[in-house]
């Protein structure tokens, strides 16, 4: 079942040129006509080099930027349409994950305000109580339930992703977007974290759009994936074939750029280069 439906996206910004109020504005295309669904339970990685216009799609995607042209469904509905009832209901559906989690948790709520945060706004009580709730939130992400009257910067970085991912969860979404949630963290902390949220989706059966510039990361959790590159999806495709027969050559330079640690991937594209 789709889930998330982008048809056509693009995103112009206005750029003003030095000089004040006389200054020449100057419009720049940051994503170009870009296309793709997300279905129930899945997770599409997006990749591309640094300014493709990855986070651009997904906080269009979220709702957080409108689009210059295009447009974006989820279950059917066209969200920028949506208000009230509806976008509350959207807001709650779709959930991001951002890269730094010092800078998206309030450094002066505790781990149980942060996490009942989206609730306590619309009005919900938690089943059981918020201290019940919390403990619990923080359980299924690996974190101590007794520190949940704890601040963020009383936790190392990847626990503190671990708070910004049970804040996610605390309202049940269908789409969670990871912008770049494992990027800033050390190399096991990073795996750690990669095996939660795989667990995660396993458990709930809810959606990833998941951005990332390091491939071998995407390679481990997505099901599909779609290359950016100046704004464009330059490929789309399931994990095995952009991996192992790429079409485009911008996603071959990028894969060329890759350390070897599959060597199943390997053989496979070396068996595809022959074959061609
Ligand atoms: N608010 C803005 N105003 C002007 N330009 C912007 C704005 N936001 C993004 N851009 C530009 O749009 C382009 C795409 O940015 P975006 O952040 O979507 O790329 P990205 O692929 O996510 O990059 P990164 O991996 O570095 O986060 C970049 O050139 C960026 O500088």
Redesign the pocket.
Known sequence: MTLLRVRDLSKQ?V?RGQGGLLARKAS?T??DQVSFDVALGETLAIV??????????ARIAARLLDPTSGSVEFEGEDISRATGKDLARFRNDVQVVFQDPFSSLNPRYTVERIVTAPLTYQGIAPKGGRRAFTRELMERVGLNPDHSQRYPAQFSGGQAQRIGIARALAVNPKLVICD?AVSALDVSIQAQVIKLLMRLQRESGFSYIF?A?DLAVVRQLSHRVAV?SK?RIVELGSRDQVFGEPRDEYTKTLLAAVPRINPEWDRRRRLSKGRS
């Open positions: 910004f750029i720049f940051a994503v591309g080099e640094s300014g493709s216009g990855k986070s651009t799609t770049e951005i510039h950016m704004g």
